[in-house]
């Protein structure tokens, strides 16, 4: 098994792509701590590790934060090893969908949600998936949506600009109801 591994803008972070499906349509999941991870026997192992401050499961990929100590010439090929293992062992990567967070907007909205919606997935999804990381829809209330970063996103020193220059201002051209986008953690 060959698995490649790829920067991302956030420097703490690595993207590591097994080759295969990790989540496939199943969407993703962001693990912000080992406890978190307890339905993910991949992200469980990859805490066990030591040195790794978040997982997040994609599409295809996995992305892995290190914590400030660890440095990635000793982790990388850890992370390597237990990707490895877990695939070749043919073990499932997550054990339940969970419960999706809830998103939160007046149903007389629901025209305008459609189209931030459809502008997420269409194209701010697949840049920052290409970074590593997601962008999930959490709400829109009087002119502002509301947005959780995830992945290699979810730190990353740029992730502001991006969402307040980037997602914002483009957001705001096709839907003119939209007046700001704000970060919210989970």
């Not at 066990?48 to 992305?63: E, K, Q, S």
């Amino acid at each position: 098994m060959f698995i490649e591994t790829e920067g991302t803008p956030n420097p703490a972070t690595l993207k590591f792509l097994p080759g295969r499906e990790v989540m496939g349509s199943r969407g993703t999941a962001d693990f912000a701590s080992a406890e978190a991870a307890a339905r993910s026997p991949l992200a469980a192992r990859l805490f066990a590790l030591g040195g790794v401050a978040r997982v997040f499961l994609g599409g295809d990929f996995i992305t892995v934060t290190q914590t400030e100590e660890a440095e990635w010439y000793s982790l990388r090929p850890q992370v390597l090893g237990a990707i490895m293992d877990h695939f070749v062992a043919g073990l499932p990567v997550i054990e339940d969908a969970g419960d999706a967070e809830a998103e939160e907007y007046d149903a007389a909205d629901a025209e305008i949600v459609d189209q931030i919606k459809e502008l997420l997935d269409t194209r701010v999804r697949p840049a920052v998936a290409g970074d590593g990381g997601d962008i999930v829809f959490r709400g829109f209330r009087d002119g502002i949506v509301r947005l959780h970063l995830q992945g290699a996103c979810s730190g990353c020193p740029s992730s502001r600009a991006t969402l307040k220059h980037g997602v914002e201002n483009m957001l705001r051209h096709y839907v003119p109801e939209v007046v700001a986008v704000e970060q919210v953690e989970a």
